[in-house]
């Protein structure tokens, strides 16, 4: 590796088209072109991205998927065919690209194969971004759906050992999940992550193990800067702000409800808590929601759904706000009393920072373990099990949990006092400096290495 420019490191970053996985890594972004130390920051990905790293900072080169792709053969999981079989279509556009920025160290998200592809190929030291609380949250059920069918990921593995020497299934990477070897920056405090717990999560441990030592956690990673919100989207979209403050000053309370963007795009037609799609899931939860708070005086429902109103129900009621999108950090720091989420890692985050208590409806992944740390923590209420959210919620039971949020005030007492436990680990400051630190050691190792 040559030394860092003469006007500092060179940050190559290597995003997925994912808003809950962009959206901590832009103030990460964000943080190194502010670094005294840094000369440059470029990423790579999806055109659609550019905007938003252009205003963290950094120089964007868009490197288009290819249109339309055919669905995954029948055995492997589309998590492991988006990761792991369609990167190859412009794996070595995006290496060559990376090559010509010449960057010192890569920075990637942890499920984006062409970030540990660049920093081998290029021999460069490399963080991948980790935004779920630590690899134990993803369970060992994650390793086995995803770690499946290796026969038929066998020809997608050859491609990446005949392009760049790397044998990735047989070093038994998960084909979902890329670790870095030098460094793992997770976006959440060790006291409240999951570890990989060798009894009972074996195969997550056997792809793991290897990583022990290397996570670096540091709190949660939050800026102005977003991905899928615009600063002018309070004035330029038409939401309805006035509705809400007039709940405000009439003294209702305002419960916020939203699935996220997985639980409704990515996996609506896969399972999900319980429910046989993602579609499913959210058609049975908006109706207990109807049932159960509709047309009330006292309570103003905001929704992100853009799916019809529940079956058998001919609008949605009167006291219900229902958008396709939400600028959901505002609506928590301003005007939330109650959170209903699926608790994706930066919807749990949001939601703590701003003290707005949370009622528990995971679907996937490390949403359960994300729940049942909030829970544990005092700052949400599951009356159902984590587990099978579809067959065990009910509307009174719905009903009961937001009740107890909205009139308990230790909820919100827990939130902040998570808060202040999640804060003090750095966030993107510290993610940002450890980026650099590696470009530093490196480059410092192998020029003593070069003089012995």
């Given at each position: 590796?040559?030394p860092?420019?003469?006007?500092?490191?060179?940050?190559?970053?290597?995003?997925?088209?994912?808003?809950?996985?962009?959206?901590?890594?832009?103030?990460?972004?964000?943080?190194?072109?502010?670094?005294?130390?840094?000369?440059?920051v470029?990423?790579?990905?999806?055109?659609?991205?550019?905007?938003?790293?252009?205003?963290?900072?950094?120089?964007h080169?868009?490197?288009?998927?290819?249109?339309?792709?055919p669905?995954?053969?029948?055995?492997?999981?589309e998590?492991?065919?988006?990761?792991?079989?369609l990167?190859?279509?412009?794996?070595?556009?995006?290496?060559?690209?990376a090559?010509?920025?010449?960057?010192d160290?890569?920075?990637y998200?942890?499920?984006?194969?062409?970030?540990?592809?660049?920093?081998?190929?290029?021999?460069?030291?490399?963080?991948?971004?980790?935004?779920?609380?630590?690899?134990?949250?993803?369970?060992?059920?994650f390793?086995?759906?995803?770690?499946?069918?290796?026969d038929r990921?066998?020809?997608?593995?050859?491609?990446?050992?005949e392009?760049?020497?790397?044998?990735?299934?047989?070093?038994?990477?998960?084909?979902?999940l890329?670790?870095?070897?030098?460094?793992?920056?997770?976006?959440?405090?060790?006291?409240?992550?999951?570890?990989?717990d060798?009894?009972?999560?074996?195969?997550?441990?056997?792809?793991?193990s290897?990583?022990?030592?290397?996570?670096?956690?540091?709190?949660?990673?939050?800026?102005?800067?977003?991905?899928?919100?615009e600063?002018?989207?309070?004035l330029g979209?038409?939401?309805?702000?006035?509705?809400?403050?007039?709940a405000?000053?009439?003294?209702?309370?305002?419960?916020?409800f939203?699935?996220?963007?997985?639980?409704?795009?990515?996996?609506?037609?896969?399972?999900?808590?319980?429910?046989p799609?993602?579609?499913?899931?959210?058609?049975?939860?908006?109706?207990?929601?109807?049932?159960?708070?509709g047309?009330?005086?006292?309570v103003?429902?905001?929704?992100?759904?853009?799916?019809?109103?529940p079956?058998?129900?001919?609008?949605?009621?009167e006291n219900f706000?229902?958008?396709?999108?939400?600028?959901?950090?505002?609506?928590?720091?301003?005007?939330?009393d109650?959170?209903?989420?699926?608790?994706?890692?930066?919807?749990?985050?949001?939601?703590?920072?701003?003290?707005v208590?949370?009622?528990?409806v995971?679907?996937?992944?490390?949403?359960?373990?994300?729940?049942?740390?909030?829970?544990?923590?005092?700052?949400?209420?599951a009356?159902?099990?984590?587990h099978?959210v579809?067959?065990?919620?009910?509307?009174?039971?719905?009903?009961?949990?937001?009740?107890?949020?909205?009139?308990?005030?230790?909820?919100?007492?827990?939130?902040?006092?998570?808060?202040?436990r999640?804060t003090?680990?750095?966030?993107?400051?510290?993610?940002?400096?450890?980026?650099v630190?590696?470009a530093?050691?490196?480059?410092?190792?192998?020029?003593?290495?070069?003089?012995?």
């Amino acid at each position: 590796m040559s030394p860092p420019a003469p006007g500092g490191v060179r940050v190559a970053v290597f995003p997925i088209d994912a808003i809950g996985h962009v959206n901590p890594l832009l103030p990460i972004v964000q943080a190194l072109a502010a670094h005294p130390e840094v000369a440059e920051v470029r990423s790579f990905g999806a055109a659609r991205l550019a905007r938003a790293f252009t205003a963290a900072g950094a120089c964007h080169v868009p490197v288009e998927d290819p249109a339309a792709p055919p669905p995954p053969p029948p055995g492997v999981s589309e998590l492991a065919y988006r990761s792991f079989v369609l990167p190859l279509a412009i794996t070595e556009r995006m290496t060559a690209h990376a090559a010509g920025f010449r960057p010192d160290v890569v920075l990637y998200d942890v499920f984006c194969v062409h970030g540990l592809v660049a920093a081998r190929a290029l021999g460069l030291p490399s963080a991948s971004l980790v935004t779920f609380p630590g690899y134990g949250a993803l369970g060992e059920h994650f390793a086995i759906q995803h770690g499946a069918a290796y026969d038929r990921l066998a020809p997608a593995g050859e491609r990446y050992r005949e392009l760049y020497g790397l044998d990735l299934l047989g070093e038994d990477f998960l084909p979902v999940l890329f670790p870095s070897p030098d460094l793992s920056i997770v976006t959440a405090v060790e006291s409240l992550s999951r570890e990989v717990d060798a009894v009972t999560m074996p195969r997550l441990h056997a792809a793991l193990s290897r990583y022990d030592g290397t996570c670096a956690f540091v709190g949660p990673s939050v800026g102005d800067v977003r991905f899928g919100f615009e600063p002018h989207d309070r004035l330029g979209r038409g939401f309805p702000y006035e509705r809400l403050d007039a709940a405000r000053r009439a003294g209702r309370s305002i419960v916020l409800f939203s699935l996220g963007t997985v639980l409704t795009g990515f996996r609506s037609g896969s399972p999900v808590g319980g429910a046989p799609t993602g579609r499913a899931y959210l058609a049975a939860l908006l109706g207990h929601l109807v049932r159960v708070l509709g047309d009330r005086d006292d309570v103003l429902v905001v929704v992100a759904t853009d799916a019809p109103p529940p079956a058998g129900e001919p609008r949605w009621p009167e006291n219900f706000v229902v958008r396709a999108f939400l600028p959901q950090r505002e609506l928590l720091h301003g005007y939330a009393d109650a959170f209903i989420t699926h608790h994706g890692m930066n919807s749990t985050t949001e939601s703590i920072l701003a003290g707005v208590p949370m009622v528990s409806v995971p679907g996937v992944g490390d949403q359960l373990p994300n729940a049942e740390i909030a829970i544990s923590g005092g700052a949400a209420v599951a009356l159902w099990d984590l587990h099978d959210v579809f067959a065990t919620l009910t509307a009174d039971r719905l009903a009961l949990a937001v009740r107890q949020v909205l009139d308990d005030p230790s909820y919100r007492e827990a939130c902040l006092a998570l808060r202040d436990r999640m804060t003090a680990a750095g966030g993107a400051r510290r993610a940002a400096g450890l980026t650099v630190a590696l470009a530093s050691r490196s480059f410092a190792s192998r020029s003593l290495g070069s003089r012995s």
